[in-house]
């Protein structure tokens, strides 16, 4: 399938028109507003509230704390909301409830707390003497050794040793989180923006302590999440919950934008120790990758930063480890391409420090490096299109044209090329999907997973529509709904990968049905056929060894007037027997403005492998969001905050820079073919590739431009400025 071929977002006119309503945005009758009451200070407790001045100003409803919280059952998921310390500035105290969001604010302002403030340590070089090792990153163990690399750096031909540091970003999707929740007796709905309905609903039975099946939760579209709108949420959107039961009114809160630097996430902080032995061929001998991260005081997280080391190019001596230093910072939560973003950017820049140093060219370098099995599980890859990658890439970027570095210019710009690999895990989750085909062979596919704006009613749509032959717009898709049959949560490029299975086995069982009954009725032209030779196309059933065919609406409105479904359901596959990944290469163009110290990304090229491409169009866009992620991470994004107080300062758009349209290079994107067989549906997931790899080739591509190594990210005007 073509990029032409592509069938568009079914929700497309919808949101281009305004018709979408985001959960904010639901209406409901009496509807109360809340706001956040939040302690200035990094560390301390809460001694006191006096909320007699919101009580008595006009519009006040309700208010709740720590202690209204106590009511609600314990868990890990809402400490903060049911102990009176406080871990982090700006973290809240309380929230209001009242008549109008203006009255809201205002009474959360006049809500007065006594705090007792105690020395707060507000980054990680103030307490590095108590860095831990955690047991755990993410699901994998925190340190790794093979081989001796301690042995193989010092005997290396060539040794890289470098410190790679990456900044704090924040997610900051286009829409705030928000919840909108209301009860009817002991049952309640929540119409909230969440990446995990189903997980948000039980969270929300537990602090209740009512049956799950008392709590419905909604999220049928979200304005993008990137990983932030999971759990740290849930204190938050619990307090509004609270509320609402303690009125019996609707509740609606909102964060800002400001909020959202502080109270549901960031890409965590590294520090990266890296060291690559090589021989004279330029063979890996030695890896020594060793990681200090940000954690929090009230929670520990830790991204496998340094797991990419242990298996994406071969090598017999690897040592990885990390190591968590708690702050009264916001806590760290998964961001697009958790871990593997800055991981790579060590990786991949010290490759090409490696390349440089032994005159081999960088693709070159990766190519003799490549690895024909995971070393560190031991075993075979389920496939792997990394070395096609990067031919792929490389002849569409025109690599084996680059010039000398630091000899192209054009005009007051210096250019520099650079590449990369990319690389992102294959994961699942269990995923029940319902289809069912009316009369008129119009079909309603239904799953209850969530789309925040990557593609997923058109994907599953598209499934089901191809599966029984008929055009997208004869098709209805509702996800979002913990009513609908229970689907994976949104993150870890995991989503398509999931409801892929159990879509195609709820259409292979309506076609084996719609087959039987057209097979078994005399009127038909199929009577008698074979289902193994009826064909599913263009809104007919073909048979394919005769000339007789029948429209598929006619069929079912003769013989299954009232609708037929079928539900489908898939387990997490069985993978213990092979590793899987999707791959990528990135190839970059800067242009480095030296006088100015401005650089400019001026086109990119990425090449994926990434299995089974069930849409092309929607495929290129993920990859595109994610590159244009990535080169925020690389140049643009970092979370600034003011030591002696905890603050984070410049919380704004105004202050923390994204990248913008003018910021936007060329994309030329090879969607690489690659065939998974082991693979359920044969599906790898997209949704990271991008924003993994992309940092470094900028970095590379501005060392070829100007000479200059930048090993911290973002890249700052005083890193390239007065370059010669």
Same mark, same amino acid.
Do not use: N, Q
């Given at each position: 399938m073509s990029l032409m071929e592509s069938p568009r977002r079914l929700e497309a006119a919808l949101k281009a028109t305004g018709a979408v309503?985001?959960? +904010?945005?639901?209406?409901?009758?009496? !509807?109360?507003? #809340? +706001?956040? /009451?939040?302690?200035? @200070?990094?560390?301390?407790? /809460?001694?006191? !509230?006096? +909320?007699e001045p919101a009580r008595t100003s006009p519009g006040f409803a309700d208010f709740v704390s720590y202690a209204e919280a106590g009511a609600l059952k314990p868990s890990g998921n809402i400490r903060l909301i049911q102990e009176p310390e406080i871990h982090f500035a700006g973290q809240p105290a309380g929230l209001v409830a009242a008549e109008s969001l203006h009255e809201a604010e205002a009474c959360a302002r006049a809500v007065r707390l006594e705090l007792a403030a105690e020395p707060a340590v507000t980054a990680i070089g103030q307490a590095l003497q108590t860095a831990f090792a955690p047991e755990l990153v993410g699901r994998f163990p925190a340190a790794t050794r093979r081989g001796d690399p301690e042995a193989a750096l010092a005997g290396a031909h060539l040794t890289v040793r470098q410190r790679y540091e990456t900044a704090v970003n924040n997610h900051h999707p286009m829409e705030p989180h928000s919840v909108v929740c209301a009860w009817d007796g002991d049952k309640v709905v929540a119409h909230t923006g969440t990446q995990a309905i189903f997980a948000t609903q039980r969270v929300i039975a537990h602090a209740f302590q009512i049956p799950v099946e008392n709590v419905r939760v909604v999220?049928?579209?979200?304005?993008?999440?990137?990983?932030?709108?999971?759990?740290?949420?849930?204190?938050?959107? !619990?307090? #509004? @919950?609270? #509320?609402?039961?303690?009125?019996?009114?609707?509740v609606r809160l909102e964060l800002s934008r400001a909020q959202l630097f502080r109270l549901v996430g960031r890409r965590q902080e590294t520090v990266q120790d890296l060291a690559l032995g090589f021989d004279a061929e330029g063979r890996l001998t030695a890896i020594d990758h060793q990681v200090l991260a940000q954690t929090a005081t009230h929670g520990d997280y830790s991204d496998s930063t340094a797991r990419i080391s242990r298996w994406l190019y071969s090598c017999p001596n690897v040592a990885t480890g990390h190591r968590l230093v708690r702050t009264n910072e916001p806590l760290p939560i998964p961001m697009r391409a958790p871990g593997v973003a800055p991981g790579l950017f060590a990786m991949e820049s010290a490759l090409d420090e490696a390349a440089d140093a032994l005159g081999i060219d960088p693709v070159e370098l990766r190519v003799r490096n490549y690895a024909d099995h995971d070393e560190d599980a031991g075993k075979p890859w389920s496939s792997n299109g990394l070395v096609e990658c990067y031919r792929v890439g490389a002849e569409r970027f025109g690599w084996a044209r680059r010039p000398a570095a630091g000899a192209a210019r054009d005009g007051r710009w210096r250019i520099g090329w650079g590449m990369a690999s990319s690389v992102y895990g294959v994961h699942h989750q269990p995923c029940r999907v319902k289809v069912r085909i009316e009369a008129d062979a119009g079909l309603l596919v239904q799953c209850g997973t969530q789309d925040f704006g990557q593609g997923a009613y058109t994907a599953i749509g598209q499934l089901a529509a191809e599966g029984l032959g008929v055009s997208m717009e004869k098709v209805r898709v509702e996800l979002g709904d913990t009513d609908l049959p229970e689907g994976p949560y949104t993150g870890g490029s995991m989503v398509t990968a999931s409801f892929t299975p159990p879509t195609e086995a709820a259409v292979r069982t309506l076609r084996a049905r719609i087959a039987e009954l057209a097979a078994a009725d005399n009127a038909s032209p199929l009577a008698g056929a074979d289902a193994d030779d009826l064909v599913f196309e263009a809104g007919l059933v073909r048979s394919r060894s005769r000339n007789a065919a029948e429209s598929l609406s006619e069929l079912m409105a003769r013989l299954a007037p009232e609708g037929l479904e079928a539900e489908g359901a898939a387990a997490v596959p069985d993978d213990s027997g092979f590793s899987a990944n999707a791959y990528g290469a990135v190839f970059v163009e800067v242009g480095v403005d030296a006088e100015l110290g401005e650089v400019r990304v001026r086109r990119v090229t990425g090449a994926f492998a990434a299995g089974r491409i069930l849409n092309p169009l929607l495929a290129r866009s993920q990859h595109v969001g994610g590159l244009i992620g990535g080169i925020g991470m690389a140049l643009h994004e970092e979370v600034a905050t003011d030591r002696p107080s905890g603050q984070i300062v410049g919380d704004s758009f105004a202050d923390y820079l994204i990248p913008v349209h003018a910021d936007m290079p060329d994309f030329d994107i090879a969607l690489v073919d690659e065939e998974d067989e082991l693979l359920p549906g044969g599906i790898k997931g997209i949704g990271m590739l991008g924003t993994a790899g992309v940092q470094a080739a900028i970095a590379n591509a501005v060392f070829h431009a100007v000479g200059r190594r930048v090993r911290r990210l973002p890249i700052r005007i005083e890193d390239v400025i007065g370059a010669r």
């Open positions: 309503l985001y959960e +904010a945005e639901t209406p409901m009758a009496g !509807m109360l507003h #809340a +706001a956040l /009451v939040e302690a200035p @200070i990094a560390r301390g407790r /809460v001694v006191a !509230m006096d +909320a999220s049928r579209y979200m304005g993008g999440g990137f990983g932030c709108k999971g759990p740290l949420w849930w204190p938050w959107m !619990m307090w #509004a @919950i609270l #509320a609402s039961r303690r009125t019996g009114r609707p």
